[in-house]
């Protein structure tokens, strides 16, 4: 069973310039969850995603986005980047009714 | 809205002692649940313990155990004879509602360096 996996791990992009994260799922795990975790400070919930449909958003602005495909896996999108985007982004899936999440190794970004 | 505090932000203890970790959150809702997650330094989080709002009896597991009590709105964890891979970072977490639509808050974390 495999879990979690997210990409790139590590990404350094320049302050307005637009970024996408990827995710894929753990087997069997049709929800999508995205975080982003400030440095020394909790993860934040972004939004997530349940059967391609967005199913919860944080307090995020619109230049966060995102979508889930048919085979559950997950992109988060970033436009016009932020000195304070710079975070690691952590991806988690689930399965439908179950509230324990699994986290992907996450990706850094880095916004000069 | 919901939020949990986490007051403690490092600890450092000597192999073999035990420790215990602090979580204290708020809610409106008569339905939550509370968890506890681990991260390493790899970075991704692990999941430790879930307890929900309706079952306060506390349990050992292993080398960790818990101690969940309403009246104080805390939901502690301890581990017990501490090791080196123990060091990390611990973040309690709370889910309002049931289901996989609900989020987690997390509190900002207590870094454990567990010493040999």
């Known amino acids: 069973e495999t879990g979690v996996t997210q990409s790139p791990t590590h990404l350094i992009k320049t302050r307005g310039q637009q970024v996408t994260l990827r995710c894929s799922s753990q087997s069997g795990h049709n929800t999508v969850s995205w975080y982003q975790q400030a440095l020394g400070q909790g993860p934040q919930f972004i939004f997530q995603y349940y059967r391609e449909e967005k199913n919860g958003r944080g307090n995020f602005p619109p230049r966060f986005s995102g979508l889930q495909f048919p085979n559950y896996s997950s992109e988060l999108n970033v436009n016009a980047l932020e000195l304070d985007d710079s975070a690691l982004y952590l991806c988690?899936?689930?399965?439908?009714?179950?509230?324990?999440?699994?986290f992907g190794a996450g990706s850094r970004l880095t916004v000069l | 809205a919901q939020k949990v505090t986490q007051a403690q932000t490092e600890i450092s203890v000597v192999e073999k002692e035990d420790v215990t970790l602090d979580c204290v959150y708020e809610t409106r809702d008569t339905t939550y649940y509370l968890f506890w997650y681990k991260q390493p330094p790899s970075g991704e989080l692990v999941f430790l313990i879930r307890?929900?709002?309706?079952?306060?009896q506390n349990e050992i597991s292993g080398r960790y155990s818990w101690n969940f009590q309403k009246s104080t709105s805390s939901f502690n964890f301890t581990i017990t004879a501490s090791q080196v891979v123990d060091s990390a970072v611990y973040f309690c977490a709370l889910s309002e509602g049931t289901g996989a639509n609900s989020k987690l808050t997390f509190g900002k974390g207590i870094t454990l360096s567990v010493r040999p």
């Open positions: 988690a899936s689930s399965s439908a009714g179950a509230n324990v999440l699994t």
């Open positions: 307890r929900n709002s309706f079952d306060e």
